[in-house]
């Protein structure tokens, strides 16, 4: 099994572009786990999904920030516009019996 | 609603010395609770997990964690610790039917010294 995927693994943008954050879950697993990881702020959990259905967004930040997971091996998650602020490593997890799988990361940094 | 606290954010070992790491929970109900270890630049990886069997639970790379109910703690040890052990370390917790969902620790570092 690969695992998590995400892409890209480091991105580097200017304040007021968009950007898109992709992962691909392990096959099977039903639910998906967008995280963000700052020095300053640590673990923090953005939104997640079951079953391809949002169930708990409260963690996004702002109306910047957007996630999608239109079919079972795919979700996307988008900040627009950018700002420095949002730089940090975000996290993809997918989940079956309540463990957790994590990718590598996207490390995002937004100059 | 649940919660979990990891004493101290730094802890420092000496190589081949026992290696204690705290973690106290809050849950309404009885919970799943977890390690994960976190090397640099990389995700976090599954060290151990309770779910309701054995209150001694082991893991990868000889690590254990002991549930405790009447103290609310679930603290990771590891006999002898060795460098390669050096990495950040994440408690977790997760009530039923919430879709998988976990409420982590602030983490807790952990550097060993040859």
């Known amino acids: 099994d690969a695992g998590v995927i995400q892409s890209p693994r480091h991105e580097v943008t200017e304040m007021g572009q968009e950007v898109t954050l992709r992962c691909k879950p392990i096959?099977?697993?039903?639910?998906l786990f967008w995280y963000r990881q700052t020095m300053m702020r640590g673990l923090e959990l953005l939104i997640y999904f079951n079953n391809n259905v949002p169930i708990d967004d409260s963690g996004m930040p702002e109306d910047r920030f957007s996630a999608k997971m239109p079919n079972a091996s795919f979700s996307t998650l988008k900040i627009q516009p950018s700002e420095p602020r949002d730089s940090a490593v975000y996290f993809c997890?997918?989940?079956?019996?309540?463990?957790?799988?994590f990718g590598p990361g996207t490390r995002l940094t937004v100059t | 609603a649940q919660s979990v606290t990891q004493l101290g954010s730094h802890v420092s070992v000496s190589e081949g010395a026992l290696v204690l790491l705290r973690c106290n929970y809050s849950s309404s109900v009885p919970p799943y609770l977890f390690w994960y270890v976190q090397y640099p630049n990389q995700g976090l990886q599954l060290l151990l997990k309770?779910?309701?069997?054995?209150?001694l639970v082991k893991g990868i790379n000889g690590f254990e964690a002991e549930f405790k109910k009447s103290e609310t703690s679930f603290h990771l040890t590891k006999p002898s610790a060795h460098m390669s052990d050096a990495a950040e370390y994440f408690c977790?917790?997760?009530?039923?039917?919430?879709?998988?969902?976990?409420?982590f620790g602030q983490g807790t570092e952990l550097s060993v010294k040859p």
């Open positions: 096959s099977g697993h039903n639910s």
């Open positions: 997890a997918s989940s079956a019996n309540y463990e957790q799988y």
């Open positions: 309770y779910t309701s069997a054995a209150t």
């Open positions: 977790a917790v997760s009530e039923h039917n919430q879709g998988g969902k976990l409420i």
